[in-house]
């Protein structure tokens, strides 16, 4: 079994479902955050790495996705999907270990929740744009959010830890 590394953020996603050139008053694109968790219930540091190993999203301890869609007059709309480790039953942790799962927890909803600001930043430039170019503005964020989690080792510099 390949060995599971503790955090990914994303390789997000764009989806354009139209395209034109078309001027529009500038409104905020529409955002859609949603947070799904998946359950831990191990009580040591050692069990709630090995469960968010084989429980996380795709392999990784937290997941984000964000889609960006586009209307044909340029009506944007951004959809955020984090998803994350919840412990069921956090008093039965000892003290010292849900210190540290709730620090770990902290760091990494931050960390995912910046690569949902990324979709957030394309959809406003794809608007900002007046729609023109959108499918080289998700490739540029996408790049954004790659280099993200290179520079922050999956969010390991920034907290994302558990020992």
Known sequence: MKKKFFDIGVLALGLALGFGGLSTAHAKPKVTE??????????S??????EMNEKGPK???????WYVRWTGDCKLSVTVDITLPKHKNPAKMPAEVRTK????LAALTE????????????????????CAGG????????AID?????????????????R
């Open 34 to 43: 949603t947070i799904k968790t998946y359950a831990v219930s191990a009580t």
């Open 45 to 50: 540091v050692a069990g709630l790495v090995q």
């Open 59 to 65: 392999g990784f301890w937290a997941f984000t996705e």
């Open 101 to 104: 799962f709730d620090a770990m």
């Open 111 to 130: 960390h995912e929740r910046q690569h949902g600001r990324h979709g957030i930043a394309a959809a406003q430039e794809i608007e900002a744009a007046g």
């Open 135 to 142: 499918d080289a503005i998700l490739k540029k964020y996408n």
């Open 146 to 162: 790659v280099k993200f989690d290179k520079t922050t080792d999956h969010g390991r510099k920034k907290g994302v830890v558990l």
